[in-house]
């Protein structure tokens, strides 16, 4: 029999707010516990909940980015269960009435495009954090993270893979750190996943009863605990058994799911509109105005760097990961200068290269580069007008990152431009080939191979100055004659 698996993802994007979305208290990471609680995401009584605008601007904004509705009335629920860490005994969600509605999403699998739908995507609050180490057997409760913003963005049973599903996740982080609706941080939790794992025949329509997969917070943990979940189905029923729904645990240690709690319905959490709070009401004005302040999303993006700079998808692909990264190169395209696809491209494999190297090591992000763009153009004017070598190149730009200052002042200093007099090539040449009889016999032998050691010789000897293509081409003139 073969089986076909069907993915819907949840996820938790913690929206970018200085304060709480219902309360002042600031929502930074890292604090000591129980300092940024305030009396209302305590749920003390007598105290009442204010929306926090900017909440509201950036679920706008993600419904925008996705081509979803943007719902002109919308309302808060509350949700009620029973936990430690949720003080109010409810927490402020929506339910029927979501701010954000039928969207999408393109992914890319395999060359393969497919839009995979958004159902809705709605505001709600944290809850806070119980803390189970440290306490002797006790357990502490930690309320920072009470009523910080959350946007949970809930696809469609779309997905068909594991691989699918981390390409949506993928997609998905890009646009809201993009948007700058969030800051993306997965170890820190604010982009974190529910998978909603069933399997089905192939070619059934009906679904398959699905498991809940909580909290899985990186790329990589989300795909393993998918297609453990996938296989765990198969074989479950493959040998006469049935899934139950339920809530599962991954365990990366392990690399397993585990059965955590049964299913909650819907229906067992009283949701009902709080009363607290107004319906939330959205002008179209205000619509308006955040389309016109939109930046240029991530795809159009890559697809403008493909048609105007000539890039191949890949090279466009990883410099529109990022807005920052894309903002760099596109004004390192500007500053450079010269003819226009050599620089793109030339400009292209230096911020993918050495300067996406020099700052994974040194931990930085591009917009903290100690080579701002402007600085790098210089550069990359010298080896575009001949000055520098590759290799040079990449010595100079060792200086830069030193702070030893500019280009040019760094090719004065140590003197390193590039020899491009041929005469000068040719004597080092004639002094190579005069130096190793027994090597050009027998490349004139026919070891062609022989021709590298040659090239190499002479760039040594030139210290590495001397233009490697005219090195080449003369080498051969020189060995033909
Ligand atoms: P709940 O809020 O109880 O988790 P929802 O109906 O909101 O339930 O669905 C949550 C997610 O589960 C959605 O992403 C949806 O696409 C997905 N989903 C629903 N049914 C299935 C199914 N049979 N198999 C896999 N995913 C499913
Ligand atoms: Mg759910």
Redesign the pocket.
Known sequence: MEWEA?????VHTQLATKSKIFSGAATAYGAEPNRQACAIDLGLPGVLPVLNAEAVRMAVMLGLAIDATVARRSVFARKNYFYPDLPKGYQISQYELPVVARGHLDILVDGVAKRIGI?RAHLEEDAGKSLHEDFHGLSGIDLNRAGTPLLEI????DLRSAQEAVAYLKKLHQLVVWLGICDGNMQEGSFRCDA???VRPKGQEQ????A?IKNVNSFRFVERAIEYEIERQIELIEGGGRVVQETRLYDPDRDETRSMRGKEE?NDYRYFPDPDLLPLVIEDSFIEQLRASLPELPQAAFARFVRDYGLPDYDAATLTAERATAGYYEALVAATGGEARLCAKLCANWVMGDLAAALNRAGLPISESPVPAEALAGLLGRVLDGTLSGKLAKEVFGAMWAGEGTADAIIAARGLVQLTDSSAIDTLIDGILAASPKQVEQYRAGQDKLFGFFVGQVMKASKGKANPQQVNERLLARLKG
Do not use: D
């Not at 069907?6 to 949840?10: A, C, D, P, S, T």
């Open positions: 069907v993915i819907g993802l949840e159902t809930v696809s469609e049973p909603n794992v069933s679904f398959g009863t699905r809940e819907a």
